[in-house]
């Protein structure tokens, strides 16, 4: 009998063999797979169980978790809505988004940098408190963006030239993140739906974000360095100059907003032209330069490519394969041509940092628990777009836009402010995109913005990006000379 | 020969284990130390600070399994050094995480405790198992009443099916309840069952053996000795129906084919039975809708229309996430969520125990039940009287299988059926149950000592 009981312990090694291969499947082999379906909540509840890491402002939180006496332990507490559009939510119930998202591993204390910090939690069984996040936001800065935009829908974008390093980002409207961390399912929910179902999508941060927008005659910077870069054209190069331009191959007139001429006399130079943001001789230059000389320029300036700062930043468009007449008209940015606030801000600070684009960049420092510095970015050049010398004549021609041509409302007493604005028609009747870009001071700048305010500002068709952009600029970039 | 060296090495090795009581008290002293760290580990990591409660979880399970210790010095001096240490531990596993679960539930002001209670009844347990070992000096009066057995273990069958004390649970009736009392006595049964088999095969096994006709390399056994194991089918496919779990067909179907293998030493008998076993479970599954959606649980787990449907497989795509979660080393007792899989206290605990200690874990106590089960093959091969060894492997088998059955319902790897895990999860007739079993091992192992020496 005995080799029967040899054969039933056999029996019950292989059955047990088949137990402990089943339990390496799910805990290893299928163990990620499993972890990160959906329908688990244990990856939600596990962000809740360590103390996430708050995100500062000037060395001040903007948003921390406070203790909080329920099962999840903390609650995410955000100070002030200027920052939602870029801090985002990290909610229970509707996922996360803007740096919330994008430093998850850090603020969580989930990132490879914290290995150590893992492995010692792991030992003495308290869990890893999350790293905190400096931002280069600076809240008197951030303030008056926010200050100046008022009421309307828009964004706004500062950046300091040499660094790359952003001073402010406001994109209005917005949200209340506080309303979507809560604890409970039902008020989170009711809140997110609104937001989300809201035209103005309060969600997005449109500075970076969302649709983005056509940039009108703020392209004819990119038009401009296109052509001075091309060695064809100068400052001086002349242009027609008509009351009415029929677009070639087609019967459509354009006219210079106005609908006069550009200025007096036969013919206009490419300087009085960007002075005076004339659409005519840009229609003109973009189809003697071309849309393969345009684009060429947009993309070396960052359109069409991905950028992380860390924020997923939509790349900005220009379009694939224009007709001539299109090409005329992308001249002084209509057709399809489509901008990111971000990204008219980067060209106003590559001209501004005498021609070198550099990375923006939003995030200062990121300090683990333990004082230990898991991140501290660097200064880096994105690109160099245009010459010294091109990036000398365009700054002239913008201060002249501000002192004597028609970005007036930019200027500020006591310094010379570099700027153009942009009125961006949207369709026949639709409201104006209004924009202003620009820095200041032009001799040593030291910030550079692009504000755009869609809408027309709330009076349809009437208002210019003079009128109202340009003093929203104005009062960022004098918050920044005043500190 | 290196190989065969090395492989002839392991079972000395196991057979060096000594017999004596003080090995056995030193493993207590290892295990009743595991016990007091666990708890000590999930208090810390829930509560952030250590309470006295601990002391009660602690000392009453300790004190249970010292006062078999002292029995066995008493009356069974020579009995296995392991099985005892090796049950305490699977006990006091179960108990650490049925209290981290009871911390979970009071964090979320629930009510639904257990942990008090399986203490309690685990103390009840193994005095009644010291109780067993001395009464029972000998087992072999067991095998002066194997219809009594057989009888009896019938009657605790059907009992669940009676009405008024009859209960059902999450579609099984496998409870029998009087007020808030409520027993599972097919855990009983098995035990008694298991004797019943022993005292009628070790009567019957030459017939079922040797006389019959010879059909291609098989020996087909004459119809009248293949009568039993068809009456034997048909009670478990009647337990089938009646109680609507196919666990407890398996376990005593599997039971008997196993125990008729040994006696006889045909593999006709498991051929047979595991091919009528199969057609069962095949045909129950188109019949009843309770077995077929348990299949499609089984065979999709993760499936959104078996996730959602009631009585889907919720409960099973929980425990597979809260392993994963576990991880190869656990999220530690205390830092996991084992709380969201419902019945982690009783039929999921080995999930709980998946994701808390890990892989780890899973093989460390599915190792302690192998080790348990392998001690109890062991005193079958040593004892030479054939009633003692078709007792044992039964027993030894019936523990096994019912392991296999739950931890395959738990992991997907067989459809989940509505036994316990023994000595883990929460539950009085289980614990009883299994203690009674140990017992009987261990005095078993002690006459077979005893015989050799």
């Not at chain 1, 969600?203 to 870069?229: M, Q």
């Not at chain 2, 079922?208 to 059909?215: D, F, P």
């Not at chain 2, 047979?272 to 499609?296: C, E, I, K, N, Q």
Request: aromatic residues 10%; hydrophobic residues 50%.
């Amino acid at each position: 009998m005995n080799r029967q009981v040899r054969r039933v312990g056999l029996a019950l090694v292989v059955m047990f063999l088949a137990l402990f291969l089943m339990a390496s499947s799910i805990q290893v082999l299928r163990a990620d797979s499993l972890y990160s379906d959906s329908r688990n909540v244990r990856a939600s509840y596990e962000t809740y169980k360590t103390q996430r890491g708050p995100i500062l402002v000037g060395g001040v939180p903007v948003v921390e978790s406070l203790p909080y006496n329920d099962a999840y332990r903390f609650i995410r507490n955000y100070e002030s809505v200027i920052y939602s559009p870029v801090i985002g939510y990290f909610s229970l119930f509707s996922g996360s988004n803007g740096l919330e998202r994008a430093m998850n591993s850090y603020l969580s204390g989930q990132s490879s940098a914290q290995f150590f910090e893992q492995i010692n939690a792991l030992l003495d069984g308290k869990p890893v408190i999350g790293a905190a996040v400096e931002l280069t936001l600076d809240p008197d800065i951030q303030r008056a963006a926010w200050d100046a935009m008022g009421n309307r829908k828009g964004a706004v974008v500062a950046i300091e030239p040499k660094t790359g390093r952003i001073l402010a980002m406001v994109s209005k409207p917005t949200f209340d993140a506080n309303l979507l961390a809560g604890h409970l399912y039902e008020p989170v929910n009711d809140a997110y739906r609104v937001y989300d179902e809201d035209d103005d999508q309060p969600l997005i941060n449109k500075a970076i974000a969302g649709d983005l927008y056509h940039p009108g005659s703020v392209f004819k910077l990119v038009v401009t360095a296109a052509a001075l870069e091309s060695g064809q054209f100068t400052t001086a190069t002349r242009f027609r100059n008509l009351k009415t331009y029929t677009l070639p191959g087609t019967t459509t007139e354009i006219r210079n907003s106005g609908g006069s001429s550009c200025g007096r006399g036969e013919t206009v130079t490419l300087e009085t032209a960007l002075i005076k943001s004339c659409n005519i001789p840009f229609a003109m230059l973009a189809n003697e330069l071309g849309d393969d000389r345009i684009r060429a320029m947009a993309e070396l300036m960052g359109f069409g490519a991905d950028l992380s700062i860390p924020l997923k930043v939509t790349p900005s468009y220009y379009p694939e394969d224009p007709d001539v007449a299109q090409t005329a008209l992308t001249g002084f940015g209509q057709f399809d041509v489509r901008v990111s606030p971000l990204q008219m801000a980067m060209v106003s600070a590559a001209i501004a940092n005498q021609g070198v684009m550099m990375q923006p960049q939003l995030v200062e420092m990121v300090v683990a628990a333990n004082l230990n510095v898991l991140q501290d970015p660097e200064p880096k050049v994105l690109s160099v777009p245009i010459s010294r010398l091109s990036a000398g004549y365009l700054t002239r021609m913008m201060v002249d836009s501000v002192e004597v041509g028609v970005a007036g409302r930019a200027g500020i007493s006591g310094y010379a402010v570099a700027g153009k604005t942009g009125t961006a028609q949207n369709g026949p009747t639709d409201p104006y995109t209004l924009w202003f870009t620009g820095f200041a001071p032009a001799e040593a700048p030291e910030v550079a913005v692009a504000v755009v305010v869609e809408d027309g500002g709330g009076i349809g068709q009437n208002g210019t990006g003079n009128q109202i952009a340009a003093p929203i600029a104005r009062a960022v970039m004098k918050a920044v000379l005043d500190k | 020969m290196s190989n065969t060296s090395l492989t002839s090495a392991i079972p000395k090795l196991l057979k060096a284990v000594p017999r004596s009581r003080n090995f056995e008290a030193v493993l207590l002293f290892w295990v009743s130390g595991i016990l007091a760290f666990a708890l000590a580990q999930v208090q810390l990591a829930v509560l952030q600070k250590m309470q006295w409660s601990l002391l009660f979880y602690w000392a009453l399970p300790t004190l249970g399994a010292l006062l078999i210790h002292f029995v066995l010095r008493k009356r069974a001096v020579s009995a296995d050094g392991l099985i005892l240490p090796l049950a305490f531990l699977l006990n006091s596993l179960g108990i650490a995480m049925i209290y981290r679960l009871d911390l979970a539930e009071a964090a979320r002001g629930g009510t639904a405790l257990f942990a008090d209670r399986q203490v309690w009844l685990s103390l009840i347990a193994m005095a009644i198992a010291a109780l067993v070992i001395w009464l029972v000096p000998n087992h072999l009066v067991l095998r002066r009443f194997p219809y009594l057995a057989g009888i009896g273990a019938l009657v605790l069958l059907i009992l669940p099916a009676l009405p008024v004390i009859g209960r059902t649970r999450n579609g099984a009736t496998l409870w029998i309840g009087i007020g808030d009392f409520t027993f599972q006595p097919g855990e009983i049964a098995k035990i008694l069952l298991a004797i019943f088999f022993a005292g009628y095969l070790v009567s019957r096994k030459d017939s079922l053996s040797e006389i019959g006709s010879r059909v291609l390399w098989m020996r087909v056994p004459r119809a009248k000795d293949l009568g039993p194991v068809l009456v034997v089918w048909f009670a478990t496919v009647g337990v089938l129906v009646l109680q609507r779990d196919l666990g407890t067909s398996i376990l005593y179907f599997g039971l008997f084919l196993v125990m008729i293998y040994t006696a006889t030493g045909r593999a006709f008998y498991v051929g047979v039975g595991v091919t009528m076993m199969l057609t069962g479970a095949l045909v129950a599954s188109r019949l009843f809708d309770y077995v077929s959606r348990r299949f499609d649980s089984w065979l999709d787990p993760l499936s959104q229309d078996n996730y959602n449907a009631a009585g889907g497989s919720y409960q099973l795509a929980q425990a597979l996430f809260g392993m994963a979660n576990g991880d190869v080393i656990g999220a530690g007792l205390g830092g996991g969520f084992p709380q969201l899989i419902p019945l982690a206290e009783s039929d999921f605990i080995l999930a709980a125990l998946g994701e808390e200690l890990g892989l780890a874990g899973i093989f460390a106590v599915l190792a302690a039940f192998l080790l348990l089960i392998y001690r109890g093959l062991r005193i079958a091969n040593s004892h030479s009287d054939d009633f003692s060894k078709l007792l044992t492997t039964g027993l030894a088998f019936v523990l096994g299988l019912q392991v296999f059955v739950v931890a395959g319902g738990v992991m997907g790897l067989l459809p989940l059926t509505g036994l316990t895990t023994p000595f883990l999860a929460a539950g009085g007739s289980s614990l009883l149950a299994n203690w009674a079993l140990v017992a009987l091992l261990l005095v078993i192992s002690d006459s077979s000592t005893r015989r050799a020496a």
